[in-house]
């Protein structure tokens, strides 16, 4: 009798909150299209309604969500390589007027912020560019068996950063993308230099990690006053800005975001911190055979 009446009791009750309990699991691991049959006409079924129409909202606005993101990286891809060609011209121009001898005084002035707008258009532009492939899944590694410490001083020398000290190995050897190796490290320098303080320095070094193989472990590091622990979180976000009351950055923004999607494309990543002993750290960890 007693089994009887735990089996009535079981069935209505308990196996609609598992099922609920199961279509909510499966939601918060990203399945969207869960859903709950429903099954009479109780206080269990009202809730199964309500979980329903609820997920049903959820993967509606999340849909039209990714509809808008899809759209609106489509007009940044398609803006920017319909700013190329003539901005491919207007640099020929600057170019031609900041270095003409007949411009002085506030010419010659005005010659030199048009070159420097232009400029800094073009790095816009071509972070744009570089940002959709990613975005487009299109991004590709050439990999080759890579120097590190010629790596790294080309890098500097390619920029005339020359205050920048360095600490790499002669041995030390990775099989990476070349470019995009070049690309990870000069966003980071550049923006250490920007908005850190002197020394800025480069170190690299061969590790465990953490799955029996070894990574290479490259760390750029400034010894100003380092980074606001609210600002770390955002970083690497498009466009972000630490610095809320700075207009303008010589940057175009998405250099952080570029060099950790280049990092993640070898299989690595890059992460944000501050030194024990002052200054902003940032950590590139990529395997030795990407």
Same mark, same amino acid.
């Given at each position: *009798? ?51 129409? *609820? ?21 940044? !891809? ?103 190796? !070049? ?108």
């Amino acid at each position: *009798m007693i089994t009887t009446v735990a089996v009535a009791v079981y069935r209505p009750v308990v196996l609609p909150v598992r099922r609920l309990a199961r279509a909510a699991q499966r939601m918060s691991g990203g399945d969207l299209s869960a859903r709950v049959q429903l099954q009479g006409r109780d206080e269990l079924a009202q809730l199964v309604t309500t979980f329903n129409e *609820m997920a049903s909202a959820l993967e509606n606005k999340v849909s039209e969500l990714e509809q808008m993101e899809a759209r609106a990286r489509k007009f940044a !891809d398609d803006v920017s390589h319909e700013l190329r060609t003539p901005l491919t011209a207007m640099t020929a121009v600057a170019g031609i007027l900041h270095e003409h001898p007949g411009l002085t005084g506030d010419a010659a002035t005005a010659g030199r912020l048009v070159q420097q707008e232009v400029e800094h258009l073009n790095r816009l532009v071509e972070d744009l560019i570089e940002i959709s492939r990613f975005d487009a899944g299109t991004a590709q590694l050439v990999t080759d068996e890579t120097g590190i410490a010629s790596a790294v001083s080309q890098c500097l020398r390619a920029r005339g950063w020359s205050d920048v000290r360095t600490d790499v190995p002669a041995g030390v050897t990775a099989r990476l993308d070349r470019r995009r190796f !070049d690309v990870i490290l000069a966003n980071l320098v550049g923006n250490a230099l920007r908005h850190g303080g002197p020394p800025v320095t480069v170190t690299a070094r061969i590790q465990a990690d953490g799955r029996g193989a070894g990574q290479l472990a490259l760390e750029v590091r400034d010894h100003g006053n380092g980074l606001p622990l609210t600002a770390i979180p955002h970083l690497f976000e498009r466009f972000y800005k630490a610095d809320t009351a700075r207009t303008r950055s010589e940057g175009s923004g998405l250099g952080l975001a570029i060099a950790r999607e280049n990092a993640r494309l070898h299989g690595g990543d890059i992460h944000a911190g501050n030194h024990p002993d002052g200054g902003a750290v940032f950590t590139v960890n990529l395997p030795l055979n990407a």
